[in-house]
């Protein structure tokens, strides 16, 4: 896909389709209202008729368009004009790429932000546009065997601004595309079920990133690598299982060598049977999406590779099936993980803290700026925040503030819950250093509160993606969800 960023009128530039915006209830300004006129008052008439009203999301094709410069002509609805802003500008996008995606236009372009769209600048709006175009067109690489339905024509999309905001509209092209390549790859990882998706599938998926980009390298270690490196608790989850583990470090150097990295440590379950401490079968296909932290630091890497950001960043991901088996750990066993650290496995569904710990272990050899985990940790976290923000955890008022806000710029929400020593007294243990799990109350925290104790001396950030990581039931997949903050919080820097 093409994109591009124009400062022409609606009334002047050719395409296949025309995207303009229609306020509800008011009269037509800007791109509608320059095409109308050239339409000999076509859209007008329309409108006059109650054939469109302008509601948020509303979308009405005229196809065989005569007069404009368009074929197509594609009325979205912006809603009132005394609430427009951001969400309505996003939902009349989504709307307006979705018929795109479905119709026959080989190429489109999109003139709403050519008037002000208030609490939206240039930059986000055509970035947010670009995304949402990719995201339109994204098909689950499924394994249905009849046959396909046709790909999308659409093949060039033009983005109309005023002609002031043409250079932050072209940067908001170049960061949407790598956001939407990196979402891609998410969602790409994240679909494939278990038995394709495996650690060494993901290891393999590792090289395949560092071929096609320069500054990205991938590293793979195999059990044996794992064991010299101590990392007892990563290796009790993977006891249960006959897929081999693997951790898998991503390195993508933009920055001058000696810029500290900042590290993404990925939850990497590629299937979650909970183990000894077995889940119950309801919905427990969807834990093939328990890798979806590890795909979404896939993600932010071939997102920041593909735009040529200038930061440093490595990717840490322990990788490995939870299974149940007369070698699976059992509830009560105690591991030593890779801090030195002894824990008590009571629980051993409570693995990703298991496989994380060691993980934030690890990244202490790279001497980061930060390191961020990035996992479907607790159900407790879905009761908690539902699929709408992500659980936000970090005892670095800055740092959790600078990783919200870049959630609120690129609409992938983040929303802080506390770590702090009253949750984590509840981690005792009488045989250990600190047991793997607390009771019911306070489950997405506790979680938390028991990666914070591995994470001495560093500045480190939580986040818990399993309320937003994928979607369940009609449209279940992933969402490729937290890429868009993740890239946003690395571009802007903290
Ligand atoms: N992968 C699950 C968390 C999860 C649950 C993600 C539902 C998405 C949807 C995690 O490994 C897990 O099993 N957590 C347990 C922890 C408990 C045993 C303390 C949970 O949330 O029930
Ligand atoms: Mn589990
Ligand atoms: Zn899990």
Redesign the pocket.
Known sequence: MQFYATGASAARQRSACAIVGIHERAAMTGPARDLDRRMGGAISRLLKRGDFNGKAGEVLPIVGARGGPAERVLLVGLGARKEYGRKAYRRAVVAATQWLAKGGAANAALYLPQEPVPGLDAYYATRFTVESVCAALYRIPDLKSGRKPPRARLTRFGIGVPAADLAAARRGIRDGRGIAAGMALTRDLANLPANVCTPTYLSSAARRLAGEHRKVRARVLDVRAIRRLRMGSFLSVTRGSDEPPRLIVLEYRGARAGTAPVALVGKG?TF?T?GI?LKQPTAMD??KF?MSGAASVFGAIKALATIGAAVNVVGIIPACENMPSGRATKPGDIVTSMSGKTIEVL?T????RLILCDGISYARRFKPRVVVDIA?????C?IALGAHYCGLFSPDEKLAASIAAAGERSDDRAWRMPVAEEYTDLLKSNFADIAN?AGREA?AIT?ACFLWKFTDGLRWAHLDI?GTAYLSGNHKGSTGRPVPLLADWLLQGD
């Open positions: 379950i979650d909970g401490s969807e834990m328990d629980n569904d409570a693995e990703g479907t940790l607790t159900g407790a879905v799990v489950g979680a399993a």
